[in-house]
């Protein structure tokens, strides 16, 4: 059952449900700032950009991992080319570019 003995004056209850009604009226507008099309599209928008804003950094991490492992695989601790493995790369794609170019003469007679 309810204790009835209240012990507080008339003044303060009213003030207490003025404080009441205030942290309702804030509480029942922060809902309405939240549950606004805007807000809600402005959080799934936010959201979406942090995904994509994850993923290309994940990527540019991947690729630059990528670069590094070529990169050492030509180019020595100083930074000189390995002709050993330079040569063959370079004499291969000329030898491609050349097919290319014939099949696409080729093609045209």
């Known amino acids: 059952?309810?204790?009835t003995s209240d012990t507080r004056t008339p003044?303060?209850?009213e003030a207490d449900i003025r404080r009441r009604?205030?942290?309702?009226?804030e509480t029942l507008d922060e809902l309405g700032v939240r549950v606004h099309p805007k807000t809600i599209m402005g959080d799934a928008k936010a959201k979406v950009v942090s995904n994509?804003?994850?993923?290309?950094?994940?990527?540019?991490?991947?690729v630059n991992r990528a670069v590094s492992d070529v990169k050492s695989q030509f180019v020595d601790e100083d930074g000189a080319p390995r002709l050993e493995r330079v040569v063959p790369v370079a004499l291969v794609?000329?030898?491609?570019?050349?097919?290319?170019?014939l099949g696409t003469r080729r093609r045209r007679s």
């Open 1 to 3: 059952m309810a204790d």
């Open 11 to 13: 003044a303060q209850i």
């Open 21 to 25: 009604r205030e942290n309702l009226a």
């Open 93 to 101: 794609v000329v030898g491609l570019a050349g097919l290319l170019v």
């Open 52 to 62: 994509i804003d994850h993923t290309l950094g994940r990527a540019y991490v991947g």
